[in-house]
């Protein structure tokens, strides 16, 4: 059975961080506030977590999770390259909503399903979050819900979806107060791309790009206006790029992205 702890008194957050640490650290799921959803996590180098994560979102490993970090530092280890602008953006907007996509760093020992060599990362603005976030290191974390249902802005909603069986430890930060998902931006072109337009508009993105390629549309890019935006810059060689569909965002990815494919995660 599931240890519930709510994180609005100061004893059972102390307790019901230290559960959840040393849950993750034993491959088992929790699930967290953030400062969108709430996320469903494990640890991030343990295949058999990250499949137990998937399954229990009925999921596959076609749409792997996101990696949450409580640092910039924890992400920069996982990056082997962010572009010409990656840096630029963490400054700006981390912690907060916005997951960036990046090429992962080829040491790294781990399976987070079909990634095409590359990693979709971000720093939660979420106390609790990053309390257990700096506690274990990085984590998987998608939204605590089932594939195709509502993410979870409640802690009684997450349990109620995914039960009290498959998940260790539910930390209860209350009722998400802005659940609205993350914005994706894939750095892994030239130029940045929007994967999926969410708490940060495409205004205060050009702020630090300048160019940004706007949100997928049926396979191409469409600008701000509404038409189809010129094709990317060459792509960096070797580089994969993951598709919209591929990324699903993770706990600020709460919400159904208004595109093709299901992703509602951070």
């Not at 969108?36 to 792997?64: C, H, M, N, Q, W």
């Not at 079909?114 to 506690?135: F, I, Q, S």
């Not at 998987?140 to 995914?162: C, F, K, Y």
């Not at 300048?210 to 960096?236: C, D, H, L, N, Y």
């Amino acid at each position: 059975m599931s240890r519930i702890y709510d994180c609005a008194d100061e004893t059972a957050r102390r307790d019901g961080i230290a559960d959840a640490a040393s849950a993750v650290r034993r491959g088992d799921l929790v699930v967290l506030p953030t400062d969108t959803v709430y996320g469903i996590g494990t640890d991030a180098f343990s295949p058999t977590a990250v499949a137990d994560l998937l399954a229990a979102k009925g999921r596959g490993r076609e749409k792997p999770p996101p990696v949450l970090v409580g640092s910039v530092r924890a992400a920069m280890a996982l990056i082997e390259d962010m572009g010409n602008f990656g840096r630029d953006l963490m400054d700006e907007f981390w912690p907060g909503p916005l997951t960036l996509v990046c090429t992962a760093a080829p040491s790294l020992s781990w399976d987070l399903g079909d990634t095409k060599g590359t990693v979709a990362v971000r720093m939660p603005m979420d106390p609790v979050a990053l309390e257990l976030l700096k506690e274990v290191g990085p984590m998987a974390v998608s939204s605590a819900n089932r594939t195709d249902h509502p993410a979870a802005t409640r802690v009684d909603e997450a349990v109620e979806q995914l039960g009290e069986e498959a998940v260790a430890v539910y930390l209860d930060g209350g009722e998400c107060e802005d659940p609205v998902p993350s914005t994706i931006v894939d750095l892994t072109y030239t130029v940045p791309r929007v994967l999926r337009l969410g708490a940060v508009s495409m205004d205060r993105l050009r702020g630090v790009c300048g160019t940004v390629i706007g949100e997928m549309r049926k396979g191409r890019p469409v600008s701000q206006a509404g038409g189809a935006a010129p094709e990317p810059a060459q792509e960096r060689e070797g580089s994969a790029p993951p598709e919209a569909e591929r990324w699903e965002a993770g706990p600020s990815e709460e919400a159904e992205p208004a595109r093709d494919g299901d992703r509602s995660d951070k």
